[in-house]
């Protein structure tokens, strides 16, 4: 690891009023997220034109308002933007490249006819597709995976752009806090000190409640509440056997595997009931009916074109197995023992640890402290649980103890991405793809890349100016004044921060420790607290920056990120709202459920 240059300047300490009064300093930290929100769902800008303003803004905002010295600031903008591309842009990148090449090779007409086959219904093949697969690619990698794959399978499905991006981003909630192998979970635990295994567990007595209602709601999202009643005994197997799994993996096992699990019980128990029932009428959208595949269509139709010629069983194993490839790749670069292996072997991250990193652990994933930010920003109280000593700021020791870390580690093997970019030559070879065709879709992969991925970046830059900033423990402290009510409101600061960060894990960095510090003061169960913050901000994995342009870029409808926000934005809200009433009957009424 290279050393940052030794600091020649005060570092500096959080302020979380710098205008004197909570309800101006909040209105400030509020500006640059209102600004992007409004240039997106609003005014309609170019995603990349919002994010910049929006950067501009939050950098405007924390030099001016909040006192952050500038260079301090401009590296944050960089480390984010950096963070953006790796590992952020390179999932989609190759989820994106491994999708294109298997309708290059023809393989996906395969898989949307087998698919078919299953199911004709719309509504069933989005509860296959969106839920159960996207909780399973959830639970082994995480970081918008599930929305990139799941978003492009449905639109090789036949659906249309702006269902298969927002159903894709709808589902990918309720199996977020049990994400990448439990990382959330585990995150969280180390923050505020309360055993994973506890969180864990009574995250598992919050979200099986929501698994039972995101399925049905991605129903009624596309048809209705008549569509709903046509096909509920698919929402509740589908959902059912996924909440069932996630209650027990989670309360007598652990978190890790919660995901993989429920997903693959939940997509093998909806395939097989697919096989023994079918929807009365077949569910298609709108404008495709006039194709032949109406609503009015009978179960016996149905079951006669399922039962028409179909693609020898070879064909169709050797048509899903890019998906094979990847769901193996993803597992294996998720497991703990497999990312250390990948990062320079366990001997590699133990010497690393001690202040040793060997050569070849240098070589899979250099790290660099950046320069005017690492260990330079102090997060202050009540975000963190003692105040800020002024007097020892300069001493190393205490910056490296107290101060936040800024560490950009260049993880090029271990890295999520690399393990789809591995199935995708995988399946190169397998499918013997020439390498002139594998090089041509590489080439056009990136040609119509280049706009999501400015923008993913410019999206981290804001959520890092934003977090280094103080801004977001500014929103984050306004919610920590609604006394009684606080138990539903953690769930909504949950939601803020994955909202502003993009992600559940950071959400918990974020708050976890101010969410235990508030419980107590406020006398509420810090187990049901903290865990709120996870489970609540899985709602707002819907609506963040970084999925939205995920799922533009894999439906190919950049400049069009408005419109999909407009389209998630109120699912994302109920959503949220019912979970906190779920906590704040857990913590007034069921109180014997919080361990």
Aim: aromatic fraction near 12%; include cysteine; hydrophobic fraction near 55%.
């Amino acid at each position: 690891m290279m050393a940052a240059p030794e600091m020649t300047w005060t570092p500096w300490i959080q302020v979380y009023d710098p205008l004197g009064s909570p309800w101006l300093s909040t209105a400030a930290a509020a500006f640059p997220i209102v600004l992007l929100l409004a240039a997106l769902a609003l005014l309609e800008w170019r995603a990349y034109l919002a994010a910049l303003a929006g950067l501009v803004s939050a950098l405007a905002v924390a030099v001016l308002v909040y006192g952050m010295p500038l260079p301090t600031a401009t590296a944050t903008a960089l480390y984010g933007a950096a963070y953006g591309f790796l590992p952020i842009g390179w999932i989609i990148l190759n989820a994106v490249f491994l999708y294109n090449l298997t309708v290059h090779t023809g393989q996906f007409e395969i898989v949307k006819s087998s698919v078919g086959r299953l199911s004709k219904d719309r509504r069933v093949q989005a509860l296959l597709v969106a839920f159960s697969f996207g909780a399973f690619i959830e639970g082994a990698s995480g970081f918008g995976t599930p929305v990139a794959i799941c978003s492009a399978l449905l639109i090789g499905l036949g659906f249309t752009p702006l269902y298969a991006a927002g159903l894709s981003l709808i589902a990918n909630t309720a199996p977020v806090a049990f994400g990448a192998i439990g990382t959330p979970i585990l995150t969280l635990a180390a923050v505020t000190g309360i055993p994973s295994q506890t969180l864990g567990a009574m995250a598992g007595r919050q979200l099986p409640f929501v698994s039972l209602i995101v399925p049905a709601w991605l129903v009624v999202t596309m048809s209705g509440w008549r569509g709903l009643r046509g096909v509920w005994p698919a929402v509740l197997v589908c959902g059912g056997s996924f909440a069932v799994v996630q209650y027990a993996w989670s309360n007598f096992v652990g978190p890790e595997l919660v995901d993989i699990a429920g997903g693959l019980v939940s997509v093998a128990a909806l395939a097989l009931f697919a096989r023994v029932w079918q929807p009365r009428d077949v569910w298609e959208f709108p404008q495709n009916r006039e194709a032949g595949a109406g609503p009015g269509r009978s179960r016996s139709e149905v079951q006669e074109s399922l039962a028409g010629s179909a693609p020898p069983r070879a064909a169709v194993v050797r048509a899903w197995m890019p998906w094979l490839f990847l769901s193996l790749a993803v597992i294996l670069w998720g497991l703990p023992p497999g990312k250390a292996f990948l990062n320079g072997g366990p001997r590699g991250l133990a010497t690393y640890r001690a202040g040793e990193r060997p050569y070849v652990s240098r070589v899979l994933s250099p790290s660099w402290n950046v320069p005017l930010l690492h260990r330079g920003v102090f997060r202050d109280y009540p975000v963190v649980p003692a105040p800020v000593d002024r007097a020892r700021i300069q001493d190393p020791a205490y910056r490296n103890e107290r101060a936040e870390a800024a560490l950009f580690t260049l993880n090029w093997v271990s890295a999520t991405g690399t393990a789809i970019l591995l199935a995708a030559v995988a399946t190169a070879l397998f499918l013997r793809v020439s390498l002139t065709d594998f090089f041509s879709v590489a080439v056009m992969t990136a040609r119509r890349m280049r706009a999501s991925l400015a923008t993913i970046m410019l999206m981290l830059a804001l959520g890092f100016v934003t977090r280094y900033g103080g801004t977001d423990a500014t929103l984050g402290l306004a919610f920590t004044k609604t006394g009684w009510l606080y138990p539903f409101f953690a769930a909504l600061l949950g939601w803020l921060g994955v909202a502003l960060t993009g992600s559940d894990t950071s959400s918990n960095v974020l708050f976890g420790s101010l969410q235990k510090i508030t419980a107590e003061q406020l006398g509420f169960n810090p187990v049901l607290i903290v865990t709120a913050n996870s489970t609540g901000g899985v709602m707002g994995k819907m609506i963040d920056a970084q999925s939205i342009v995920v799922s533009t870029a894999s439906t190919g409808q950049v400049g069009q990120e408005g419109r999909i926000l407009r389209f998630v934005f109120w699912h994302s809200v109920a959503l949220v709202v019912i979970m906190g009433i779920i906590v704040m009957l857990q913590a007034y009424v069921f109180t014997w459920m919080v361990p």
